[in-house]
């Protein structure tokens, strides 16, 4: 994938003419860029969707509806050209979004966003009920995925190999349980599945939740806990999760009693980056900004610290 040329993006969206060069911004799972044009600045992101061309569809059409509900998310900008929902799609560059610029900050440890949290988590919850949980990567019990993992690990010398045969019985008991506290878990909904401190940006407005390109289905309860104790551990600590609980409950919201399964997510989302790793160091996926070596390091330490992790987990009340 080469990057837009800024023309393309402003003919496909409807932009007047760009004022300057595609400026990088991020690039994560995604690469983003920003963009002066004659409507304004926008942000420009590439979206790596061609393996789940149909789920992103589907995630862009949730974000519309909650868009449409009024919740703090960036204004997408449509495409005038025949596209994939929001994404047009460019010659040699793939799906493209565009998006207003956003004048704002990163989340510190100083913002308390507790009630705003469980607010927004209780609205979103009521959009649109779902038939299953979670992303397709939370269905991880499958040993026949995992020893073909260990396979080619091992035929292609990749330094985690060894630690995914030592450890393997780790995996596998934290993926069964990952299957059972979400079959158990019974309340799923359409989400944005990825609120975390990373995606809110701090604006003038309020916080505002980025990057709903992974939306779909999951545990209303399950993503509560899971969000609530991310945020907190990033600035609060316990009176934050208690209080964007509450905020969850006095929003409408149904608050899910505390259970050994309540952050089983945690450790779905642990295994889910893990096979996610695995992928791309074994070329199932691209690496993207990611190198390689650095890779598989992160993920034998992941294999090594798992049962530690799950564990931990459990103990959390």
Known sequence: MRPPEPVQVTEAFGLGRPRGPLSPLAFGTSQTWTLDTGAGRVVV???????????????????????AAGLPLPRP????????????????????????????????????????????????????????????WYHLDDEPRWRAWLDQGERLGRPWAAAL???LPDVLAAAAWVERGFAQAGDFVLTHRDVEPWNVRMTAAGPVLLDWDGAGPDSAGLELAHAALVFAQHAGGAAAFRRTLRAYGEHGGAVPPRTPDLLVRRVAIRLGRLAGRLQMSVGEQPLG??????????????????????AEVRATR
């Not at 009630?115 to 038939?131: F, K, M, Q, V």
């Not at 990611?290 to 992790?309: I, M, P, Y």
Request: negative net charge; hydrophobic residues 45%; proline residues 6%.
């Open 289 to 310: 900004p990611n190198d390689r070596e650095t890779l598989d390091r992160s993920a034998a330490e992941r294999l090594a610290g798992l049962k530690q992790f799950v």
């Open 77 to 136: 900008v449509e495409p005038v050209l025949p596209g994939l929902g929001f994404a047009a799609e460019l010659a040699g560059s793939g799906l493209i979004r565009v998006y207003e610029w956003l004048d704002g900050r990163a989340l510190t440890a100083d913002d308390d966003v507790a009630e705003w949290l469980g607010g927004t988590l209780a609205r979103l919850h009521t959009i649109e009920p779902a038939h299953r949980a979670g992303p397709e």
């Open 165 to 167: 045969h030592e450890h």
């Open 45 to 67: 992101k590439h979206v790596p969707a061609d393996d789940w061309r149909d789920a992103f569809a589907r995630a862009m059409a949730f974000e519309r509806r909650a868009f």
